[in-house]
């Protein structure tokens, strides 16, 4: 059962938009989790097209945020969320951003993330977008996500609350979280995405890179994957990996991964 | 003001233990901070005589821990235990360990640290010795601590509920936590320890040698030894530095720098 996978196109960063549709239908993957810069590439228009000759479901969209960076996120995350109506997409995954050029302010960082996400939040809603949240690993704190757990995730959610507005959750960066079941059931129906990929261990030299298939490192993601399902989040399993060796391997090779990984692992879980 | 500042051996990783007690001597460095490989090369009762003659205050002896290797855990804090007496360390350091190897369950592996916490503690108690539980950044979780955060450390402190258990806190580690001030006012004086060092940007190619001296990273230092002082704190500021540019400088140059940082950033906080 592969109803519910979905290949987000930065797992096959070699790979062009129309390569990675034509990817998922040879492979069976009915889901796709697009990024803004592939889509660029072939534009949106024709992004959509592509997708919907091929019946693939998009996912998510990735991604808008960097609220941190000062005014100029405020337009360009309006654009995210113009591409992600047209794209259908239906959700636009947030990383908020890490501290300001030469602060040292965590504090005033997140109060500019959650400043940021509740002046969007409108525009998103009137486009019939929902925005998800992305916790990130504490080890990109700095410079990409100064929102590091769930548990906080959902207090920002809380606090601006405006419906539409939740988290978006990858087992990558959320594992390790002694908190992260009590969160996951406190999240309920603000699961909007849900993202797998495995934490490998040692940590590679980029750190960024250190993402695995799923089972390939340390976390018990069917764990997680089952504390999700029990939230009530019936969407896709969305696998998003990050490392050199995954991309230097041909697409094909990697989604037939993707789906025995997805039979091994996640398939039985309701 | 350096008179609370200290030592930890590692930041002079190069120097032997005589030498790093005769460079705090004629830096005027009043504390020292002990790793048991480093005592083990002279004996403990050479080094108790070095460190006494000198007369500097022993702040902390790293490290027990590691209860997740099985039952060997169990005699090697014994003994670490042992030393920490004899070197007249006060308190012992506990790093409690990664997954067991082959295990993917986190919840069974931080029972098992518990456990053994709460093995050691009695016999902790008998030589006069505190155990200091230290919780790792996130990224260090599969491998080294599967505590994670001040939260978690304080949680298992109060699971236990013996005396003379605590918390080690290191800036480096938990900075990112969005609940680190409220933690630390929880935590009153069951901080047994207060480490400082810098998180650096971007990550090392080896993520443990990414801590810099104070100020040359993206922490915000002085916050939280600010909070660690409100919380009634009045022991030394060790500071433990792994950095192979700061181990390629000159032991006395490396000990220049920390009293400088010290004054700059820390000495004014009461």
Request: proline letters at 6%; aromatic letters at 6%; glycine letters at 10%.
């Amino acid at each position: 059962m592969i109803e519910r996978l979905s290949l987000n196109v930065w797992t096959t960063k070699g790979w062009s938009l129309p390569e990675a549709v034509a990817g998922c239908v040879r492979a069976g993957i009915p889901g796709i989790g697009l990024w803004r810069d592939k889509v660029e590439e072939v534009g949106v228009e024709h992004a959509v097209k592509l997708i919907a000759d091929a019946g693939l479901t998009v996912t998510s969209l990735c991604r808008g945020g960097f609220f941190t960076v000062g005014p100029v996120a405020a337009a360009d995350n309006r654009r995210a969320v113009q591409e992600a109506a047209a794209l259908n997409a239906g959700v636009l995954v947030l990383v908020v951003g890490g501290l300001p050029p030469g602060s040292k302010d965590l504090p005033a960082a997140r109060e500019m993330v959650t400043e940021g996400i509740a002046a969007l939040a409108p525009y998103a809603a009137e486009h019939g977008i929902r925005l998800a949240v992305e916790p990130l690993h504490p080890m990109f704190c700095a410079d990409r996500a100064v929102v590091a757990t769930l548990g906080q995730a959902l207090d920002i959610v809380d606090a601006i609350g405006a419906p539409d507005i939740g988290v978006c959750l990858d087992t990558y960066h959320v594992w390790w979280d002694p908190e992260v079941h009590r969160q996951i059931a406190r999240a309920g129906d603000r699961i909007y995405a849900f993202q797998v990929c495995d934490f490998l261990v040692p940590i590679p030299a980029d750190a960024l890179l250190g993402r695995g298939h799923v089972g390939d490192g340390v976390v018990d993601i069917p764990a997680l994957a089952q504390a999700v399902a029990e939230s009530g989040y019936r969407g896709f399993t969305e696998v998003e990996i990050f490392n050199q060796q995954v991309w230097d391997t041909p697409g094909d090779e990697t989604l037939r991964t993707l789906v025995a990984r997805h039979q091994q692992y996640l398939a039985g879980i309701r």
